[in-house]
């Protein structure tokens, strides 16, 4: 059974500070995503990385998928308070393969940027 | 496009009864997955079906069954609810994961109490 670690669980910042978010696993996943959740909706996929020691960006979201593809990051700088919500990281062990799309998520970041 | 749907959004049961949750999606994907979200567990695999008429058990089967009679339609049963299967429930679906960037629609959830 794979697992994905995800931290910190809780996190509560000031508008304009930055942040970063962990997802560890002792195993290779061959693609990891990241998807935000807002309260009575579900997840939505921000990003997807692919290859080791891949990095994007998605205005002041930085991804980046570690070379030996366990682990991943997000990082958040200048926070604003509409970025409050839960981030989860996902990863799928064979994509597009035999995995059949089945993700293994991390247990969640719930981040509240106050004002 | 509605793109996936979730009925009931909110369901109260006593243990011991039953109840079907029914996820639809008009976007004519192949894939379908149904997960359970507990505080600080992330999202874990229920079951899941990879076409109409096929479906498979994930990471947290025991005590719900599914069923895909129709491509646009998976549908979730607890034949008798126990109060560890208080959660909220999501369905999503994927068009075939043939590329590693194809990604998940999720519902926006159904909030199940069983006393």
């Known amino acids: 059974t794979q697992l994905l670690e995800q931290s910190p669980q809780f996190l509560s910042i000031q508008e304009g500070e930055n942040l970063t978010v962990y997802c560890n696993s002792s195993s290779v996943f061959s693609s990891l995503q990241w998807y935000r959740q807002e309260p009575g909706e579900g997840p939505v996929l921000l990003v997807t990385?692919?290859?080791?020691?891949e990095v994007k960006k998605l205005k002041r979201l930085t991804f980046q998928f570690g070379d030996a593809r366990k682990d991943s990051s997000l990082h958040i700088t200048a926070a604003q308070p509409g970025d409050t919500g839960l981030y989860l990281c996902?990863?799928?062990?064979?994509?597009?393969?035999?995995?059949?799309?089945?993700?293994?998520f991390g247990q969640g970041t719930i981040l509240t940027v106050h004002p | 496009n509605a793109g996936v749907t979730q009925t009931p959004k909110f369901r109260v049961l006593k243990t011991g009864q039953s109840m079907t949750l029914l996820c639809a999606q008009d976007m004519n994907h192949e894939y379908m997955y149904w997960y359970r979200q507990d505080p600080g567990m992330g999202l874990r695999l229920i079951h899941y079906?990879?076409?109409?008429?096929?479906?498979a058990k994930g990471e947290v089967p025991d005590g719900y069954n599914v069923s895909r009679l129709k491509k646009q339609n998976f549908l979730l049963g607890l034949e008798s609810a126990a109060p560890s299967q208080t959660s909220v429930y999501f369905c999503?679906?994927?068009?075939?994961?043939?590329?590693?960037?194809?990604?998940?629609?999720f519902g926006p959830g159904t909030r199940l109490t069983v006393l």
């Open positions: 079906s990879v076409g109409e008429g096929t479906t």
């Open positions: 990385v692919v290859t080791g020691g």
């Open positions: 999503a679906s994927r068009t075939h994961p043939t590329w590693a960037y194809n990604e998940q629609f």
């Open positions: 996902a990863g799928e062990a064979n994509a597009g393969g035999t995995s059949y799309g089945k993700l293994t």
